[in-house]
């Protein structure tokens, strides 16, 4: 219906440009956008574009806004328009016609709000990314959860979507964990050990997990007997192939999966790092320079040495970058840009990125590598998700023993279930902090977002389920007269309905899933408030009816909502 009226009111927009003379060019007439007021008086949906007109037509946006109304031709469900303050148009609905989509949203049950579309475009959705040296934390678990739910929602609005994990197990940190998987084997396996554990090695109890895991298949013994480079190549699969055991598990627990997991050890491999340093080269994108020493510190010893650096300062950076460390070895930086030009030759349109807020330095190189590559700007498009706080009852949590330094995601899971983690990691925006409160997350209130969510579907379940005990049985939605539908709560439940299709295109083309959380959350509200003003089955046929139907229309696009945030739709709590 927004689309029906905002297309009208475009028409009357380009004949009154028309009217003023082929030099003003209805091709290039502004948009109509509608909105909703915030004053309900000032109808069902308001427009500005007469003040955009006045500055093309040189007229008064109220002169503007009046000839507008003489021209615009209103589909049956507008009741009237006025015009307010120096030139809004407000448009108030018939009492009811709003109230037509609820039988289009029965039929379509699932699929309302959603566009197939198997010529859509195709996104790698990457996100998590955790280097895999131990058990994941709260902080990977929020940006996985966004990761899932964009990929889920854009899905849902006919994106071709790749989950995609990227395992860096390339580099020192794989090191680090061979030597600690190394020292606690022979922890475990030799009488009397008392070394101390070196310095910089994991102190989780995760590795000694491994460690008993690696020696229930491998003899100890022939491990000791081996050539170190020979036995330090073996135990580097091994114990990235344990991590990431845990690392899928708990991944599972939260209930996600991916479609790829690429590791970053077959680009080293392949020579596909080597490669793309050799072919910037030769297109004179790389040169042998020196950087200047880390800006913000004073380095009394600082030596520049020559370095391959790639000119990204070409494309937007603010300084050029580095491809190759001292030693000649690759930077990361080298295998990043590598891995992205992989996906761009897997022929992914777009790449969507969700990184911890920690990388947002990190963005405008590997974006100006990408255009120095492709000639395509803006990939990939960077989601920067902020830190967990994590509480319980208001006091931070103490670091978890299992792996040493913070609290595992795992051990949340555990505790509060996964719909909560999820629910709760997506009602902020990305880039605000996020306070998690464990002991709120599991009350059963008001205050605890999925419980009141939730809630709201299995209430509208229990509706049902009475009046079919007392022998009400609802119509097919086609047949229903929604005229009853006219009370302020009856009528605010429609709108958000309405609104459903709209809140999924914004959370998908602005890449903010959080937008279907809250959603949800004012659906909800709305379908606790009519609750406690109208009975559902009354007297009334007509009226018990047109009720059923809207709240199964409600319960509907709860469990569409919380399907695409991954949570649970149950029946009763």
């Not at 579309?117 to 790698?124: E, F, R, Y």
């Not at 192939?241 to 999966?257: E, Q, S």
């Not at 349109?349 to 100006?368: C, F, K, L, N």
């Not at 295109?505 to 903010?512: H, M, P, V, W």
Request: charged share 25%; hydrophobic share 40%.
């Amino acid at each position: 219906m927004k689309q029906q009226l905002e297309s009208s009111l475009q028409l009357a927009v380009e004949a009154l440009l028309a009217e003023h003379g082929a030099e003003h060019d209805p091709a290039h007439a502004p948009k109509v956008l509608l909105t909703r007021p915030k004053i309900r008086e000032h109808g069902d949906y308001s427009c500005n574009i007469a003040m955009p007109l006045a500055g093309i037509l040189g007229s008064k946006p109220r002169d503007i806004a009046t000839r507008l109304l003489e021209l615009v031709q209103w589909p049956p469900s507008v009741n009237k328009t006025d015009i307010a303050g120096p030139g809004f148009i407000n448009i108030h609905l018939n009492e009811t016609s709003e109230a037509s989509i609820l039988a289009r949203i029965v039929a379509q049950g699932r699929e309302y709000g959603r566009v197939t579309d198997a010529d859509g475009p195709s996104a790698c959705v990457e996100f998590v990314s955790a280097n895999p040296t131990g058990p994941m934390h709260v902080g990977h678990g929020r940006g996985a959860v966004v990761g899932d739910a964009l990929a889920s929602v854009m899905a849902a609005r006919g994106v071709r979507v790749s989950r995609e994990y990227y395992i860096n197990d390339a580099g020192a940190q794989i090191g680090k964990l061979t030597a600690s998987m190394w020292f606690r084997m022979r922890e475990l396996s030799i009488a009397g050990f008392d070394e101390e554990l070196p310095e910089g090695c994991y102190p989780g109890d995760y590795v000694v997990e491994g460690a008993r895991q690696i020696l229930a298949e491998h003899d100890f013994a022939a491990l000791e007997a081996m050539p170190e480079d020979e036995r330090d190549a073996l135990l580097s699969s091994l114990s990235i192939d344990c991590m990431m055991a845990m690392i899928r598990d708990d991944l599972a627990a939260l209930g996600i999966r991916f479609n790829t997991y690429f590791s970053e050890r077959t680009l080293h491999d392949s020579g596909a790092v080597q490669g793309l340093i050799k072919q910037l080269r030769n297109d004179g994108k790389v040169y042998l320079g020196t950087l200047p020493p880390p800006m913000g510190k004073e380095v009394d010893d600082y030596v520049p040495v020559e370095q391959w650096l790639f000119r990204t300062t070409d494309y937007g950076d603010d300084v050029d970058r580095p491809l190759a460390k001292q030693d000649g070895t690759p930077t990361y930086f080298a295998a990043d840009i590598a891995y992205h030009a992989d996906k761009h030759q897997r022929g992914f349109e777009r790449m969507i990125d969700v990184w911890g807020a920690d990388h947002g330095g990190y963005v405008s190189r590997v974006q100006a590598a990408m255009q120095a590559l492709t000639g395509r700007k803006q990939q990939p498009e960077v989601v920067l998700v902020q830190m967990v706080n994590l509480t319980r009852d208001g006091k931070p949590v103490r670091m978890s023993k299992r792996a040493g330094t913070f609290v595992t995601l795992r051990e949340v899971v555990d505790e509060v279930g996964k719909d909560a983690v999820r629910f709760n990691f997506l009602t902020r925006r990305v880039e605000s902090q996020l306070d998690f409160d464990l002991e709120t997350a599991k009350q059963k209130n008001d205050e605890n977002p999925v419980y009141y969510v939730q809630y709201a579907h299995a209430r509208v379940c229990a509706i049902l389920r009475k009046a079919g005990e007392e022998g009400h049985v609802a119509l097919p939605a086609a047949e229903v007269d929604v005229s009853p539908l006219t009370s302020e709560e009856e009528r605010r439940l429609v709108r958000d309905l309405l609104a459903w299709p709209e809140v999924l295109e914004q959370a998908a083309s602005r890449l903010e899933p959080y937008r279907v959380a809250t959603a949800l959350m004012q659906l909800a509200q709305g379908l606790h408030s009519f609750y406690h003003k109208h009975r559902v089955v009354v007297d009334d046929a007509a009226t018990a009816q047109a009720r059923m139907l809207l709240v199964i229309a409600v319960k509907q696009v709860l469990a569409n909502g919380l399907e695409l945030l991954g949570v649970d739709s149950p029946d009763r709590m």
